[in-house]
């Protein structure tokens, strides 16, 4: 018989592990050609952060962009006119605004229904984005640099306040060496799964140490 700690182990793998199907197409704004630009189809992780996905964004849609030098760290991302928060995990921003109950799936996140809303009416999978260079929201939005600094201080910090509500302390995630801290983001930057890590466990483990 499993442990409970199996169990736990389980369940953050499983949560780890999902993610959502997107249908990310270029503003029309910014096509060169009349009709749309063919649309980026990726299952991208639930635990990643869109400005992970840029490159690859920028490096698809280059032969549709009107100024194809435009840097890949100007790109943001909407959902029906609405700017998403890049400092936000992509499962996060889904649920938000699909008005999804990620407690009550009965998929896998596959093509097609989730388990529904709020109101019990179906949201219909791939999560359809709209991708911008142009015309950064800065009153919705803090810019994104080349080096992905801000990413990485925005995560940094989302971590300490999580743990601070949590614990009444953020001393864990201070207390982190600077090998576990790269170890950590780096794991969130390739989807690279480290649990159970001792020098990492504190950050999973109810009620911490």
Known sequence: MASNTDGINLIQKKIWEGSLPLEIRLAP???RSFDQSDPYLIHYPRISYFPFLLQRLKAFFTP????????????W?????????????????????????????KGDGGVGQDSGGNDGAPTILPWRLELHFTEWPYEQLVKLDKDERVMHDAFINSVKEADYMRNGTAKGIMSLSKEDSTQLWTSV??????????????ILNVGGR
Not at 77 to 101: I, R
Not at 189 to 202: C, E, G, I, M, S
Request: proline share 14%; hydrophobic share 35%.
């Open 64 to 75: 549709f962009l009107i100024q194809p030098d435009v840097p890949a760290h100007d790109g």
């Open 189 to 202: 930057q390739n989807r690279t799964y480290l649990f159970p890590h001792p020098p990492l466990d504190y």
């Open 29 to 31: 704004s910014e096509c």
């Open 77 to 105: 991302l909407s959902f029906e006119g609405v700017p998403l928060k890049w400092h936000y995990p992509v499962g996060l921003l889904y649920d938000l605004f699909s008005g999804a109950d990620p407690t009550n799936s």
